[in-house]
């Protein structure tokens, strides 16, 4: 049931909530925002069925917006029912506490690295595990209000991966401007559209959706710019997508931190012939100099040379965490 209405989408936010704690045992609410036209905004209103609800990054038009809808062709799933989040945090409570069936989250930039806050996730706090991966292609514009004069922006807005990726663009054209960290990068394009000093940093779709100008495109540092999401769920729903390509993710933990220790994790991947695709030191949180690895490999936790290698490793460490061994294509 489509219908155009006159909330924002912050107060269509509070009434879809709402309508989820009264529906009962027969189906949440679900809703999608398909436009959003100054004060108006057009609404796909419906019975979510958990089978199909996805949390991902809003508002509509982020790259992880344009990740999860991948994820939904992948699964089969015609009809996403697509829940906005205003963190990765949120979109692993989602799916911890059973509101959605899956997530969506940012796992690494070609540009920035590693995405720590969902490593750290995957570490310390949730069960859930990576279901699979997408490569989503990132192009960044400056998108500004419709009526905005450049010489007259006094902040730059974007989620801070946005802003670290155009970083060379921003020293060049907005020395001296403030930059603001907000939670996406289509959250920036929403903010562009309602006031003429601010400009925001996200893809075209999202200053379409949400009524900004694109001011300047592929305005990032290096035009190879991607980043990988991961399709988070549940452990039971491993194996629901198939693929050619496997990756697994681990989380290492140290008996003891000695020399040689790191030395000994990847030399058990060197004599089993595993390719790492990432490798990253990431604090324990206990104490000041206590350290883990998250090691990402080529190759799937069927494959006997990675079973080999991690039954090594748990010989070894306190603690080997499967973080997910998923398809990439
Ligand atoms: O803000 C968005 O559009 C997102 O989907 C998040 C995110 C990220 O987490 O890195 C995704 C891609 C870009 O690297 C910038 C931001």
Redesign the pocket.
Known sequence: MWFCCDQTTARLKTLAQAAQATAGDWGAMGWAILGYYGEKTLVDWHFMTFENSIAF?GPAG????E?ALKFAQRLNIDDPHLVECSS?DEVFDCVDEGATRFGVV?KE?SL?GP?TATLDNFAFRTDSVILAEEV?D?NHCLVVHPEADLSRIVRVA??P??IA?CRRFLAQNFKGVATLAV?????SARMAAHDPSVAGI??AL?AEVHGARVAQRAIQDNSE?Q?AFALVGRMEDSGLLTGTRFKTTLALFLRADKPGALQMILSEFTYAGINLTMLQSRPTKRQLGDYMFFVELDGSIHDIDVQTALECLRLKLREVKVLGSYPVD
């Open positions: 990054l982020t790259y992880c917006n990740a990765f940012g930039n920035e995405v989503i990132v974007s989620h991966q946005g990726q939670s996406s990068t289509a959250e996200s893809n999202a710019n980043t």
